[in-house]
């Protein structure tokens, strides 16, 4: 364990928009930075290997009205299925911890989840669930002062970490390798099963859904999210013994929709009670195991549009309409038997002005490719990437 003295976490008001009780962000603040940086300069640092994605952040903005209406439709859509998804993992989750488990979301699109799922647990069971949030990065892995923050907090063996989703698995993967790290630094073993609300990708065992639709929280940015940043790794502003970073925009909070996506999906839970009984019978009956269905496409992918980075390739509903609202898009890959399904994401496309592709037979409803421009890739006269020699 550190000989050096913990942090202090962050909690609402102060930092976030969520109420103190809902959780408590393992992060430092750092919200007097100017660490935004145009799209185009943080792509062409990111795959230029200059910098790590998560060393500066986009710029966060309040959405426009048309596309508020599209993410208020989302809710209204989706509502009751992810209100179900949140009721099945939090199931799975207080099975696996013996009723007592530390929800530990990962921090963004896991902390809105990681809320929903202390609500079930409080309004169905009467359990008060702790619940904190903390940074984990491609490439860098947990936030290990965070961890450390854990172990002397709590027994190892309850804590659950908790995510929006699972993509191609990196993040999985990421969550395993850097929990064997801490284990074999620290001394200390948490558990690597992951929780997650929509798990596409085949990567987990422990999930809501495989489902492949919009979880609406994937829409927006901060404003649905407590109106806090992506987190930051960047030693120039992290010292080797604080917290990641991250910051608090509440200058946005005018369009802030986080408490209003939280009271939607509750106000389903009485309702999705049978159901979730139900997909929760079949779910221990099926007793489902990661496959990797998902990084078996993403490669494929990645090889026949000449791009050979996964990283490039973002499957699903939720990390297309990412790539479509934070990076530089190249192009959309649709299965025709969603398109219902992927609506905001062809209204983006539309927007952006990137090409639309039917691709019948993929296990997701759409994958968004990130533009290879900023590689040591080019565009070919085919529109595929080629490499030079």
């Excluded at 109420?19 to 962000?25: L, N, R």
Aim: hydrophobic share 45%; proline share 7%.
């Amino acid at each position: 364990m550190s000989q050096f003295p913990l942090p202090t976490p962050l909690t609402g008001p102060d930092f976030g928009s969520y109420e103190a009780s809902e959780v408590t962000w393992l992060l430092k603040d750092l919200s007097h930075l100017a660490l935004e940086a145009p799209t185009a300069d943080r792509e062409h640092a990111i795959q230029s290997g200059a910098a790590n994605y998560a060393e500066s952040l986009p710029v966060e903005y309040t959405p426009s009205p048309e596309y508020q209406a599209l993410y208020q439709e989302a809710v209204e859509r989706a509502g009751e299925r992810i209100a179900t998804a949140v009721g099945v993992v939090t199931e799975l989750a207080l099975a696996a911890r013996q009723n007592r488990p530390v929800l530990v979301s990962l921090a963004r699109a896991g902390t809105p989840i990681g809320i929903l799922m202390r609500r079930w647990a409080q309004q169905i069971h009467g359990l008060d669930l702790p619940h904190f949030t903390m940074s984990i990065v491609r490439g860098v892995g947990l936030d290990q002062t965070a961890l450390r923050y854990l172990a002397a907090n709590f027994d190892p063996a309850r804590i659950l970490f908790v995510d929006g989703w699972t993509g191609k698995g990196a993040i999985s993967r990421e969550l395993s390798a850097a929990l064997d790290a801490f284990a074999a630094s620290d001394g200390v073993r948490f558990p690597d099963d992951l929780a997650v609300l929509a798990d596409p990708g085949h990567c987990v065992s422990m999930f809501g859904t495989r489902e492949d639709y919009l979880i609406p929280s994937a829409c927006l940015n901060s404003t649905v999210s407590g109106l806090v940043s992506r987190t930051v790794f960047n030693t120039d502003h992290i010292g080797p013994h604080d917290f990641h970073g991250a910051k608090f925009y509440a200058e946005l909070a005018p369009a802030d929709v986080s408490n209003d996506f939280l009271a939607a999906i509750c106000a389903h839970f009485p309702g999705v009670q049978a159901a979730v009984e139900q997909q929760l019978a079949q779910h221990t009956a099926a007793a489902p195991a990661p496959t990797w269905v998902g990084w078996q496409a993403v490669e494929r992918i990645s090889t026949e549009y000449g791009i050979n980075n996964v990283n490039l390739v973002k499957p699903g509903v939720g990390e297309t309409t990412r790539v479509l609202l934070r990076r530089v898009p190249w192009r959309v890959l649709v299965n025709p038997d969603a398109m219902d399904d992927v609506a905001h994401v062809l209204l983006l496309a539309q927007q952006r002005g990137v090409p639309v592709e039917a691709v019948p037979d993929l296990p997701y409803s759409c994958v968004g490719l990130i533009h290879p421009q900023f590689d040591k890739s080019a565009v070919g006269a085919d529109g595929k990437a080629v490499h030079n020699a």
